[in-house]
């Protein structure tokens, strides 16, 4: 058992949390809280390998990495592996979904929390619902695409810079340990 080594995969799944989710709500991308909530991590040992997964609601790679549009696409998401199709169901199934289809599913109720309202040319206030906003808030960002935050990525990366050294010494550490438990069992 490399108890030190354990302990610092426990350090660093930590730390990619914590920062991953302070990344988010400092880009203003935690309004529901659900993506935030959903970020976690799993050290796990098999046969003296051991491995640290992350996890995550599945869109949060979507926000992480980004999405290509229909019609333009954001500089920043050119290396995402996403893309919305003409023929897919954001329109559809995305806009629909959610717990409270009265406010138009998930965008609707972004909308509704993030108190955004139609306007006229005039910037007037017009009639419409947050089904409408909803709407007009899926077809945008089906042509658009969805601009990638980088809040894992970055968080990840500053992980994998700074823990090496910190798991090459726990490791080392629990080699000693190792080493003197079976010199003194000899005795």
């Known amino acids: 058992m490399l108890k030190n080594l354990q302990a ?7 730390y990619v949390v914590q920062q991953s989710r302070s990344n988010l709500t400092k880009g203003k991308q935690n309004i529901t809280k659900d993506l935030y909530n959903s970020i976690g991590f799993d050290p ?13 609601d599945e869109y949060g790679e979507y926000v992480d990495k980004g999405v290509h549009g229909t019609k333009s696409s954001y500089v920043t998401a050119k290396n995402s592996p ?4 003409d023929s897919s169901s954001l329109m559809g199934v995305e806009y629909y979904s959610g717990k ?11 909308a509704k929390k993030k108190k955004i309202r139609l306007r006229n040319d ?5 009639k419409g619902n ?3 906003i909803g709407f007009v808030l899926a ?14 990525t970055r968080a990840f990366d500053n992980a994998l810079k700074r823990y090496p050294i910190l798991l090459t ?7 000693i340990d190792i080493l003197k438990e079976q010199n003194n069992g000899k005795n």
């Not at 610092?8 to 930590?14: A, D, F, P, R, Y």
């Not at 077809?139 to 894992?152: A, C, H, L, N, V």
């Open 8 to 14: 610092e995969l426990q350090k660093m799944g930590k």
């Open 44 to 56: 796990s040992e098999s046969k003296g390998v051991y491995s640290l997964k992350f996890g995550m």
């Open 82 to 85: 996403y893309r919305y199709k």
């Open 100 to 110: 409270n289809k009265k406010f138009g599913g998930i965008f609707g109720q972004w």
């Open 122 to 126: 005039k910037g007037q206030f017009k």
């Open 130 to 132: 947050y089904k409408s």
């Open 139 to 152: 077809r945008s960002i089906k042509e658009k695409g969805i601009k990638p935050s980088f809040f894992f």
């Open 169 to 175: 010494k726990a490791f080392a550490q629990d080699i």
